[in-house]
């Protein structure tokens, strides 16, 4: 079985290779092969390579490389899902979200056994944990945080810092992720789950839901598909 298929992905690679420099050679004329197993390939012709791109010379044997290198030429998301038409510009998002469909997760919490789809989740479920070490102490209330970050924002309450400020109504945060959350109490856009497609009128909503229902967080889930997180608005401090 095993030559059997690699024989037919053989015929398969020589047909797109000659196939490739027929159309280089006369770009308005239609390749026509000789191959007497030509019409019993052509269903595999789109998935197996070579690969060659419409928008430069180059030629990918890859399928996958194919579609992530013609994404840069045209600006499209090269995986998509087959359950719910998602779209994916890496493959790594791809596949965290396939296994969010099939109910794959391979990376299981050791300190209460629930699983993950990838590693970037997992970490950020540790620290959630009270055995988890927390290096960074808070001198006043002896409050342990998992990053500097953290308890830099977690002082400012303390010494009642809001330097974070709305640009639409003048109120003050402690840190852009609270101020961020606040904004979409401005919004008339929904907070849409790209996990289950549930909408929330407040990213904060959102935020609940994500932690609650799939255990993870909004920036995690944009982060493993490819995402770019939205850009904040600049605070008054930071303008001037």
């Known amino acids: 079985m095993e030559n059997t298929i690699e024989f037919i992905h ?14 280089s050679n006369k770009p ?6 000789t191959s007497k197993f030509y019409e019993h390939i052509q ?23 194919f579609r992530i290198h013609t994404a840069k030429h045209d600006g499209s998301k090269p995986f998509k899902c087959s359950i719910c038409n998602y779209e ?41 944990h ?13 409050e342990g945080f998992t990053q500097q970050k953290l308890l830099n924002w977690h002082l400012k309450a303390h010494n009642n810092i809001r330097d974070s400020i709305c640009n ?3 109120k003050g945060f402690t840190n852009s992720k609270l101020l961020f959350q606040h904004r979409t109490v401005h919004s008339q856009e929904k907070s849409v789950c790209k996990l289950c497609g549930k909408t929330y009128a407040h990213y904060r909503g959102l935020s609940r839901h994500m932690t609650k229902d799939h255990g993870t ?13 939205k850009k904040r608005v600049l605070t008054i401090n930071e303008i001037s």
């Open 10 to 23: 053989k015929i398969v690679k020589k047909e797109k290779e000659k196939s490739i420099d027929f159309s």
């Open 28 to 33: 308005t004329e239609k390749y026509k092969s």
């Open 43 to 65: 269903y595999l012709l789109p998935h197996l390579g070579p690969f060659k791109c419409q928008y430069c010379p180059k030629v990918l044997m890859n399928i996958a490389t």
């Open 88 to 128: 994916f510009t890496q493959k790594p998002g791809y596949v965290i979200h396939l296994r969010r469909h099939t109910q794959d997760f391979p990376f299981v919490c050791k300190y209460c056994s629930k699983g993950f789809p990838c590693k970037k989740e997992l970490k950020l479920h540790f620290q959630n």
């Open 130 to 142: 009270p055995e988890y070490e927390k290096e960074f102490i808070c001198d006043i209330c002896g």
């Open 168 to 170: 639409i109504c003048g």
């Open 217 to 229: 967080t909004v920036a995690a889930v944009a982060a493993v598909m490819g995402e770019k997180p």
